[in-house]
């Protein structure tokens, strides 16, 4: 149980509503900011004005998974202006915050540092990526449903990248009948994707010579690795979706000049499965704040 802590939802979607819920459940006091409007409802308290107002309380600051983005904000999609925090901003924090995020900034890392604070990432946890990481594939099929006029079934689908989502990604794809092409860097992850059923797998590096035969292209590596030759190879039909964290794999200027279109379908799971989600990322979220505070009373 969190008996009485102080934990600051900051930014967010849906999930976090889920999140409330069960740190509430667990005793947990919560305050939010910036996030989505039912998070409100949930702990019955008005999100705080400004994020100062919340923070300087805070026992544990609760940032979204989905990374910052380019500019250093905060992922915060129902918030009426980006959300950025600042060192001015957490002059205000207790010396012993814990803050819990998807992945931070060289930047914010420094800051953090530099505070004193202890700051645990769980873009790299990966009981707790592996419990999200189908609601992320259902997003995904979410995504090619909403934006292509052909089934998946017999559709040609490169996927690139084939970390936790992707695996969950190819699982479900070759199970809905679509002739999955998976392109990775490591042999063992190419080895598992033919086992699981991929109609073939390449390295990253050959992928521009099977481009031309996409349907469908998902990227799931944080790294631009398709250039204007890999855009104009493939069919005017191809879609693109790119589920990587920011800065993102996808150079979207360059693919709109070609006449490409594109998804970025960035937080995925909180627009697919926000429920699911949420109670997915509880899990790795409890254990963090549990581990911490066993160590700070050890």
């Not at 990526?129 to 292509?148: F, P, W």
């Not at 080895?191 to 292209?217: N, Q």
């Amino acid at each position: 149980m969190l008996n009485n802590l102080r934990v600051l939802i900051v930014g967010g979607d849906a999930r976090e509503a889920e999140i409330a819920r069960l740190l509430q459940n667990d005793q947990a006091k919560v305050t939010a900011f910036a996030t989505h409007p039912d998070v409100a409802k949930v702990i019955n308290t008005p999100q705080c004005k400004s994020l100062e107002e919340g923070i300087k309380d805070a026992d544990v600051l609760l940032l979204p998974i989905p990374g910052m983005g380019m500019d250093e904000s905060i992922f915060a999609p129902h918030a009426q202006e980006k959300v950025y925090i600042s060192e001015e901003t957490l002059k205000v924090a207790k010396p012993n915050l814990l803050i819990i995020m998807g992945t931070a900034s060289s930047k914010f890392r420094a800051i953090i540092e530099s505070k004193g604070f202890s700051l645990k990432e769980y873009e790299g946890d990966d009981e707790l990526m592996i419990l999200r990481s189908r609601a992320n594939a259902e997003g995904a099929v979410k995504i090619i449903m909403e934006n292509t006029d052909f089934t998946i079934h017999k559709s040609n689908i490169l996927l690139i990248g084939f970390g936790r989502t992707g695996q969950s990604l190819a699982n479900l794809l070759i199970a809905m009948g679509a002739n999955v092409l998976v392109a990775a860097r490591n042999p063992v992850q190419r080895a598992r994707a033919w086992e699981m059923g991929a109609v073939e797998t390449i390295p990253l590096e050959k992928i521009i010579d099977h481009i031309s035969k996409m349907d469908i292209v998902l990227n799931s590596v944080p790294v631009r690795l398709l250039n204007e030759e890999a855009f104009r190879k493939s069919q005017p039909h191809t879609l693109y979706i790119d589920i990587s964290a920011p800065p993102g794999g996808i150079d979207w200027e360059l693919l709109a000049k070609v006449g490409r279109k594109g998804v970025w379908g960035r937080g995925l799971s909180g627009k697919r499965a926000p429920k699911t989600a949420g109670q997915s990322q509880y899990v790795g979220i409890k254990r963090i704040i549990i581990s911490e505070l066993s160590l700070k009373n050890s």
